[in-house]
């Protein structure tokens, strides 16, 4: 097993990060930037580095100051959290090339799952379906016409090299077809320098339900279930909970296969995620794999008692999976809000030091967060400040703790999420299981509506 790991991130995940380590005995070295010096998570580490200035793409995203860090340190392995490096692939072959582990999946699978539409292609040969879309790339105004007219608007144009809703255009007609085919072009070139676009029908009512996969070394991968995660505004996730309301057992069952199917052939190991639409006919598609830990994780750990970084760290270490598909049980029923410093009615940002800060407890809640009183919410980065869990035996018994949680949370000093949490469970839809990407913009904010 590995003796010291470096954390290459910041916030919630970086606490994330050295707990796990320390419930295995690793130690635990951390990051920071200059924006971040003196934040009191940086305290619970072993060690402490600082790699830049505040900018991200001076610090958190520059390859190279990480792996001095991590040479000075002297660690064995690397940790890269979610979002920044972590699912670049020259950044895990730069790790290893130090020999310095990446914990994370393969380069090859990175390689292959982050082009999403060589993502598509492995999943149509492993017999997963995918939503109907162009053959391949599109390469000129005229196939996208042709695809278009095919099988009708609306289409939804995606970066192959997008992922997570960056780069995606929908087209209606003709005319915002070839004007979206040439910004999604220009979009995908400047944010990933690879202008390659595919299409697909877009599917106007679906819910977004992912499942989580760990695989091994071996060749070995099971499911953890699934995770419904519709609730969310402009790509920014709200609510996430396991069980997914309102799923027939066998399409569950079918979805959950078709993620292990779709892994195992990429070569895929460590913790992942395979994302699917679901239409109102309970039909399922999938879109794209997530190679990493993600945010919405201690859902999965909840409901079925695995701890997923911890698992990360065993395999990228080199052992074996230590059970098999029918070892894993779903338990109950976890919902997760998570908390950013932002403005519940107009999402905007609201950095700045908070006052007084006075979490929910007792049975039945986690609280995964790395800020106290007096802390400074830094402008630089993402604005999740803590992620709000409840696990109870049933949906209903989940509701009632998250109301309870969410009234007991006590935040001064900025604006947060967690008064639009409070609107989301006191409205019937939600309560009802009634969710999709929508929801929203037509329930909550319909004000706020675009497409
Ligand atoms: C779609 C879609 C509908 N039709 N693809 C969003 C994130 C990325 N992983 C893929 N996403 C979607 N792909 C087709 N063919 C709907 C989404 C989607 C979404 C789209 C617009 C606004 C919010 C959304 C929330 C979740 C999923």
Known sequence: MFQRILIANRGEVALRVIRACHDLGIEAVVVYSEADRGAPYLRLADQAICIGPAAATESYLKPANIIKAAEMANVNAIHPGYGFLSEKADFAHMCRACGIEFIGPPEEAMRRLGDKNEARKLAKQVGVPVVPGSEGLVESDKEALAFAEAVGYPVLIKAAAGGGGKGMRIARNE????????????EAQSAFKDSSIYLEKYLEIARHIEVQIL???NGEVVHLW???????RKHQKLVEESPAPHLPTSVREAICDAAVRLTKAAGYYNAGTCEFLVDPQNRFYFIEVNARIQVEHPVTELVTGVDLVR???????GEPLRFQQSDIEHRGCAIECRINAEDSQTFRPSPGTISHWQ??????????SHVITGYKVPSYYDSLIAKLLVHQPTRADAIAVMRRALAEFR???IHTTIALHREIFNTSAFVDGRVDTKFVERVLRPETQSN
């Open 411 to 413: 935040v001064e000093g």
């Open 359 to 368: 979490p929910p407890g007792g049975p039945g809640v986690r609280l995964d």
């Open 311 to 317: 698992e990360q760290i065993r395999i990228a270490a």
């Open 215 to 217: 695989g091994d070394r």
């Open 175 to 186: 005319m915002t077809l070839i004007s979206g085919l040439n910004a999604a072009r220009q």
């Open 226 to 232: 699934e995770r419904e995660c519709s609730m969310q």
